[in-house]
């Protein structure tokens, strides 16, 4: 197994990379463009993995719904007494929220109705809470808004006020008391907090019912025990742990960036038969140095392995090229078009900015995915390259 | 020193086979200065490469100091080249992007010596052939004299005992034809020995020549 | 079926090695039938030129087999974050019943490519080339093998359920598990670990007597009394915890990736032990640098292991 790397050897299939510059320049592109293109779309799906998972840390332990005929209805607040005395849990807490579509702009909204002396549920909702003078709830024509949001309703000239419409058609005006950025872009971004009077009276909801309830637990090891318990007393409710949605973003990202790499591999593979043809395509010139290089006592050995040489010092550079553009690409530009592919509703959401999430494991599983391909592309025509009968050549 | 025994060469060319060298033997003994004349395509490029073992014969048997070159795998005879033959071709057959150095190294890459010794060794050649001067340059950028003697260097970097020279004056002029006359000679006087296929009439008449030999039509005339 | 990214990369590597194998594996049959190094044939001549077709293609299987190993390992430990119950890889592993065996065969089958290439070398080294029958009748074998362990692969990722609940290394690798591993809780650790050290022990003798075959059968036994001595002893120390016996959670972060140190000088030092004492057997040609490797390493992996439950001692004053 010894087997020292050959300088000269190295040195002359940089050479002979360079002699044939044209076509190599080509090869080098194509190949750049792809690890490109790989990379950017498992960067982007990483960070936006990274992203949820900070999301569903901030999500409350256990989310109660309650389901009828099949379809999520609103939960009796009156539920909330008798949850509390189930041993292990530490706080309920109704939510009013939902959705609110904002026509003109063609964006939906998140709005939370919150009452700033109940303790929130999470506690980036809470920090908001802290920040701001709880009297902005008091008052009921107030609301906070993410940065998102604002951006949004200043592009539509609404700069200190908005108007909602209400279930029944009316106009309730909010004045924008203040505005939060928070660390955690992707869900605060189209975030719309206001009193939980106010969101009654946009959703239209009846005041003894809410959204959904949510459960905190003192031990988080305790929530499958305390899941089992609630099913029992509430068998219309449905349960849903932070693990149950960390799992699901999970799968989810992975599917999409699997099916980006399913349609990448089907590219790769072409591009690798069009580089095994053009790799066999021995020009006369290619033929004779092989002949000379017969004739001066090389192996056939030695040439498979110049060719090695070559095609992993090409495939490399193309690795290192095509990553290091992926990482200025997605991390210096957010990936512009791209990240589309990835943010489904990216069109209905407020943006964001991607975190960095890069490991040495993810340059690990590029190198795996590209530079053993393109080798491997080569094997046989440079097989069949050192081959070619020395004699043949001299004549 | 190196001998063949009836040997016979048949190439397949698509379905047709062509036979390039009919039950041929032949004996040089060490140290002699061989001329094989003949037209083109007359097979004495063949014989030049089964000597150096880069083809196989269809039958017979070719020996070198003994050994049986013909049984060799390409492992043992690529070795075998190395170690013993040095090859001088037609148009020098140098690599025009390597310098003139990077051309004279390249039979010694494959063995992964030394650095030092490589720089030894190519010192020793082109001193020998005066070429040290221009080490670094490109061969493309040399004249062609000087572009002769890297490929002669080149050829005895390894030192080797058989020098086979394959129309070595096809593209040459008068006066560089005879230059590398002059050089076959200095290897005749090392004691190697020397085979060149050449139509060229120069060299038919050379003292130092012991020996033509007429090869037509894949046989030796005598 | 989940397609993670790591997933399909190693499964389209799978699908690279499946079709290079192929070729190889013919081009072994053709040669091992037709082989006949007196002859000129044209045949005879094409079928020493796609020997080292074979030659290449096996050289690149290998070399990115090594790597990919870990990375397999690396990926099963990745796949426990979406596994509910998984722990470590091992609950990965375990989930199809399958697991275990890919495993083994993942490892027998670096071994066994491993020694084509010892073999080749020698081979390649000898005028006559005097075992490039038996070298590519070995290969056609090899194949089979490596044929199982790709079907395994494609099978166990199939197979993957993320809905399914698996079990922990803390219920596999403990006397109340059903599988074979439980039967290891029924030895004495006394015994397993006594037996460890006499396999060794042996080893070193058997190298200084120059006697391959008890030098071979050693290495065989060590490394399986190794394995199981990890397991059932060796390990609790590195997690300083009696119940904890798992041989994939010594690779995770939290032990400083100690297992991969572990593995690579046990593996190492029985390959060349083992492989380069068969080597030399086979070939009768003597080669005592693979036997010095093997030593070394097997020492090294000794020293460690040993390490850890003596440190322990020193520290706390009591065995575990």
């Known amino acids: ?86 041993e292990g849990i530490q706080s309920v807490v109704p939510r009013v929220w939902g959705y609110y579509y904002f026509k003109v702009a063609g964006v939906n909204f998140s709005v939370v ?42 592009e539509n000239y609404y700069k200190d006020f908005f108007n909602f419409v209400t279930h029944d058609g009316k106009w309730k005006r909010l004045n924008i008391a203040g505005v939060f950025n928070s660390d955690v872009s992707l869900e605060a971004n189209d975030m719309i907090l206001i009193s939980k009077k ?42 849903i742990t932070q693990d149950d949605i960390r799992v699901s973003y999970q799968n989810i990202f992975d599917y999409k960036s699997g099916f980006f790499l399913a349609l990448f591999v089907v590219c790769a593979f072409t591009f690798f038969i069009i580089i095994y043809d053009k790799a066999s395509g021995l020009s006369s010139e290619e033929k004779k140095e092989i002949g000379i290089l017969k004739a001066v006592g090389w192996r056939m050995d030695d040439i498979i392995k110049e060719k090695f040489y070559e095609s992993f010092i090409l495939s490399f550079c193309a690795f290192l090229l095509g990553l290091v553009l992926a990482l200025f690409f997605v991390y210096g530009l957010q990936a512009p ?34 530079v053993p391909v393109y080798i491997a592309s080569t094997i046989i025509p440079s097989w069949k390259a050192s081959t070619l009968d020395a004699d043949e050549v001299m004549r | 020193m190196i001998k063949l025994e009836k040997v016979t060469k048949v190439f397949a060319q698509g379905q047709n086979e062509v036979v390039a060298l009919k039950d041929i033997s032949l004996h040089v003994r060490g140290g002699e200065f061989v001329v094989l004349k003949g037209a083109s395509g007359s097979g004495k490029s063949t014989i030049l490469s089964l000597i150096a073992g880069l083809s196989k014969p269809t039958c017979g048997e070719i020996l070198v100091d003994g050994k049986s070159i013909s049984k060799l795998f390409d492992n043992f005879s690529a070795m075998f080249r190395r170690e013993n033959i040095g090859f001088i071709f037609q148009k020098y057959n140098l ?54 003697r890297v490929a002669i260097a080149r050829a005895l970097i390894n030192n080797p005992r058989i020098i086979i020279a394959d129309e070595p004056t096809a593209n040459l002029d008068s006066k560089l034809s005879l230059e590398l006359i002059e050089i076959l000679k200095k290897l005749k006087a090392e004691n190697r020995t020397i085979l060149v296929a050449t139509h060229d009439p120069l060299f038919f008449e050379l003292d130092c020549v012991d020996c033509v030999i007429e090869v037509k039509n894949g046989e030796i005339l005598k | 079926m989940t397609l993670t990214p790591e997933i399909i990369a190693l499964l389209m590597l799978d699908a690279l090695f499946l079709f290079f194998s192929f070729i190889a594996f013919v081009i072994s049959v053709r040669i091992y039938l037709k082989w006949d190094s007196s002859s000129f044939s044209p045949l005879q001549y094409g079928l020493e030129k796609q020997s080292y077709l074979v030659g290449v293609v096996i050289k690149y299987i290998f070399f990115l087999k090594l790597p990919l190993f870990l990375f397999y390992v690396y990926t099963c430990d990745k796949l426990s974050n979406i596994i509910t119950g998984a722990m470590c890889a091992s609950g990965v592993v375990n989930s199809v019943d399958f697991g275990l065996y890919l495993m083994v065969f993942k490892i027998l089958n670096l ?114 009394f190794s394995i199981a001595s990890l397991i059932i002893f060796f390990s609790t120390y590195v997690y300083e ?52 490797i093997s030593i070394v390493s097997n020492t090294f992996y000794v020293a460690i292991v040993s390490l850890y439950p003596i440190v322990y001692r020193l520290h706390n004053g009591v065995w575990l």
């Open chain 2, 95 to 148: 690599i025009p992007t390597l310098s003139v150095k990077e051309n004279i190294i390249v039979p010694l890459i494959p063995s992964n010596p030394d650095p030092k010794e490589i720089q030894i060794r190519a010192c020793e050649v082109m001193e020998k052939f005066s070429i040290a001067s221009k080490a670094d340059m490109l061969v493309k950028n040399l004249s062609g004299g000087e572009q002769q």
């Open chain 3, 241 to 292: 915890l009696p119940t904890h016996n798992c041989p994939f959670c010594l690779l995770q972060k939290e032990y400083y990736g100690v297992g991969y140190v572990m593995y690579i000088s046990l593996f190492m030092g029985t390959f060349y032990g083992f492989c380069g004492g068969v080597l030399q057997r086979v070939s009768q040609i003597v080669m005592p640098h693979y036997a010095l």
């Open chain 1, 198 to 239: 106010s969101a009654y009276e946009i959703f239209g909801m009846d005041k003894t019912m809410a959204t959904d309830i949510v459960v905190k637990v003192s031990n988080p090891t305790e929530i499958p025990m305390i899941v089992s318990k609630i099913n029992e007393l509430y068998p219309d409710m449905r349960t």
């Open chain 1, 337 to 370: 078009l791209l990240r589309d592919v990835f943010i489904g509703y990216s069109q209905l959401k407020p943006p964001f900015n991607l975190p960095f999430n890069v490991d040495f494991a993810h340059m690990i599983l590029l190198f795996l995915l590209s």
């Open chain 3, 111 to 224: 071994y066994l490519f491993g020694f084509w290439l010892l073999l080749h070398q020698v081979d390649l080294k000898d005028e006559k080339q005097s075992f490039t029958k038996l070298k590519f009748l070995l290969f056609a074998i090899f194949f089979i093998f490596l044929l199982s362990e790709i079907i395994l692969e494609v099978s166990f990722f199939a197979s993957l359920n993320i809905s399914k609940i698996v079990s922990c290394c803390g219920t596999l690798f403990s006397a109340t598990s059903s599988s074979y591993i439980s039967l290891l809780f029924k030895i004495d650790s006394a015994v397993l670990v006594g037996l460890f050290y006499g396999c060794f022990v042996l080893m070193v003798v058997a190298y200084f007597l120059k006697n391959s075959p008890i030098f071979i059968v050693s290495n065989g036994l060590f490394l399986f």
């Open chain 1, 113 to 154: 109705g919150v009452d700033a002396f109940e303790e929130q549920y999470t506690k980036q909702l809470q920090d908001i809470i802290d920040k701001t003078d709880i009297s902005v709830f008091k008052q009921d024509n107030s609301m906070l808004v993410g940065s998102g949001v604002r951006r949004v309703l200043d």
């Open chain 1, 1 to 86: 197994m010894k087997s020292k790397i050959n300088i000269f050897l190295m040195e002359y299939a940089i050479n002979s990379l360079l002699r044939r510059g044209g076509k190599n320049i080509f090869i080098l592109l194509i190949f750049t463009l792809l690890v490109f293109l790989l990379s950017s779309a498992l960067f982007i799906s990483e960070s936006i993995k990274l992203e949820l998972n900070s999301v569903v840390k901030q999500l409350p332990q256990i989310t109660l719904q309650r389901f009828q005929a099949g379809r999520q209805v609103d939960v009796p607040t009156s539920r909330v007494d008798k949850l509390i005395l189930i």
